[in-house]
């Protein structure tokens, strides 16, 4: 069982900057941030295969996220520019023994954190 604890959240304004944090109590084949607005679906926004450091991205973040891992730590990291307000949501992170891709579906995860909240304003 893996646990995934996150951190990094807060207000910021448009077009600026957050780095989120999560660290897991064990190792993964992949980590993503998911990210669920009031009224929206889960949405895959990062994704990063532990063993090579294979990224993959929605449209939406393409550009302006950046995710990043320390393997040593199992932690993943999820650096944030350009904030819009459209990204103001409660951000998750998880983690999967299921699949060995960078996976941006909800499903292929078997582990998540709590979420933080990220308010742009």
């Known amino acids: 069982h893996v646990q995934l604890v996150e951190s990094g959240g807060g207000l910021v304004q448009p077009g600026g900057s957050l780095r989120l944090s999560c660290t897991a109590s064990g190792y993964a084949n992949a980590m993503g941030w998911f990210r669920q607005a009031p009224g929206k679906e889960r949405e895959g926004i990062a994704a990063i295969l532990t063993s090579s450091g294979s990224t993959f991205y929605a449209d939406s973040v393409k550009g302006r996220f950046t995710i990043s891992q320390d393997i040593s730590k199992h932690a993943a990291y999820l650096q944030m520019n350009s904030l819009k307000l459209e990204d103001t949501a409660v951000y998750f992170c998880?983690?999967?023994?299921?699949?060995?891709?960078?996976?941006?579906?909800?499903?292929?995860?078997?582990?998540w954190g709590r979420g933080t909240q990220v308010t742009v304003s």
């Open positions: 998880a983690a999967t023994t299921l699949v060995r891709y960078p996976s941006l579906v909800a499903r292929s995860y078997n582990y």
